[in-house]
Antibody, heavy 121, light 107 residues
């Protein structure tokens, strides 16, 4: 059974940092592309970032809204993916989902349960 | 960015009724489209990818079709468990983008 479990969310002040972790199991993590997708309080889904596999040189891609502030990374030895979020803004408030792209097709095959990030003073 | 426009924003259907949800892309996405279902309080789940391929474990009453800029998701016989919000997503170009969702309820 595929499982993705996000941790690290919470309440943070604007301008501060937070790091999300996604621990996975049930699939060959090292071969999968991994993404973070967020859902705003208005329920709109927004793709945030992607990291490809080692065979793709761990290439990373970001939404313009987070480029330069967020960093996606992975540790294949721990089957985990991370999202370092710096200089947080109120508009980053959302549920953050970890997703996997096993078929390398730019779709989100499986999703975690999500973790809430609230940016507020 | 490729804009994804879904219609309708919401609809209600009777049990056993056929339901169709539309998704239009702002440019040709060459069948690079997925559909997701999100039930209240849950994360989205992949239903259809590549415009028409059914994800493993998804009931066969769900089907997808379309090409170019126009795509649709059909539920051939509405069931209670099909209530939720449905999103389309294009996988052709970065940034990967979603439609705004269609809320489906039982009438």
């Amino acid at each position: 059974e595929v499982q993705l479990v996000e941790t690290g969310g919470g309440l943070v002040q604007p301008g501060k940092s937070l790091k999300l972790t996604c621990a996975t199991s049930g699939f060959t993590f090292s071969n999968a592309w991994m993404h973070w997708v967020r859902q705003s309080p208005e329920k709109q889904l927004e793709w945030v970032a992607q990291i490809k596999a080692k065979s793709n040189n761990f290439a990373t891609y970001y939404a313009e809204s987070v480029k330069g502030r967020f960093t996606i990374s992975r540790d294949d030895s721990k089957s985990s993916v991370y999202l370092q979020m710096n200089s947080l803004k109120e508009e980053d408030t959302a549920i953050y989902y970890c997703t996997c792209d096993i078929l390398w097709a730019y779709y989100f095959d499986y999703w975690g349960q999500g973790v809430m990030v609230t940016v507020s003073s | 960015d490729i804009q994804m426009t879904q219609s309708p924003a919401s609809l209600s259907a009777s049990l056993g009724e056929t339901v169709t949800i539309q998704c239009r892309a702002s440019e040709d996405i060459y069948s690079g489209l997925a559909w997701y279902q999100q039930k209240p309080g849950k994360s989205p789940q992949l239903l259809i990818y590549g415009a028409s391929s059914l994800q493993d474990g998804v009931p066969s009453r769900f089907s997808g079709s379309g090409s170019g800029t126009q795509y649709s998701l059909k539920i051939s016989s509405m069931q209670t468990e099909d209530e939720g919000v449905y999103f389309c997503q294009q996988g052709l170009k970065y940034p990967l983008t979603f439609g705004s969702g269609t809320k489906l309820e039982i009438k």
